[in-house]
């Protein structure tokens, strides 16, 4: 999963949002260096990502993927979930998918006052301002997210060559996506 699909996981099971997007900045036990609240949002984000990684619906469809990109093959699903959640928000949520973005950079906001890493204030900054979560309805930005993730360096370079394959199988994938994606939901708030 990435941003969208944290926040709004978050959402539903009434967990710390900020907490919820640290996950992929934060190492080790994040409860000596944040509130409660907000560590248990980390913990949550990662049993998340390990959840969906484990799912055996995600592990079949990265066969769908040639050898040299198989390895960045989680990178680019959990964009295509992100792109699947933002095209159908309203299956799973009351507000729109603008409304909810709006409301989840508030929530964020006010917890941000704490020392953060400096990464995640400058990609949450961009996020809100380019309004990432709400791009992530067109396919088309998927690319383009993954085409300026595989610059960060040469040996993220073959995440670009990863679209072609969720062009090719985008409503397989996506019909995964809704079978799975419930259980997620369900999961995370047993986990809570």
């Not at 809100?128 to 997210?145: K, M, P, T, V």
């Amino acid at each position: 999963m990435n941003f969208l699909a944290h926040l709004h996981i978050a959402d539903h099971c009434q967990s710390n949002l900020l907490g919820n997007l640290l996950g992929d900045f934060v190492k080790g036990a994040p409860e000596p260096h944040y509130p409660e609240a907000i560590a248990k949002g980390v913990r949550l984000h990662r049993f998340v990502d390990s959840y969906t990684d484990q799912h055996s619906e995600v592990k079949c469809v990265k066969a769908l993927f040639a050898n040299g990109t198989r390895r960045y093959a989680p990178i680019a699903l959990d964009m295509f979930w992100d792109h699947c959640l933002a095209a159908h928000f309203s299956d799973y949520h009351p507000q729109s998918l603008s409304s909810f973005s709006c409301a989840a950079h508030r929530r964020v906001a006010k917890d941000m006052q704490l020392a953060l890493p400096p990464r995640f204030v400058q990609v949450h900054s961009a996020m809100q301002q380019g309004r990432w979560l709400e791009s992530y309805q067109h396919l088309d930005n998927i690319g383009y997210a993954l085409e300026r993730m595989s610059q960060r360096s040469p040996r993220m370079a073959p995440l670009a060559d990863c679209f072609a394959y969720l062009e090719r199988h985008q409503s397989r994938l996506t019909e995964v996506f809704s079978r799975f994606y419930p259980q997620v939901l369900n999961a995370s708030k047993s986990f809570c």
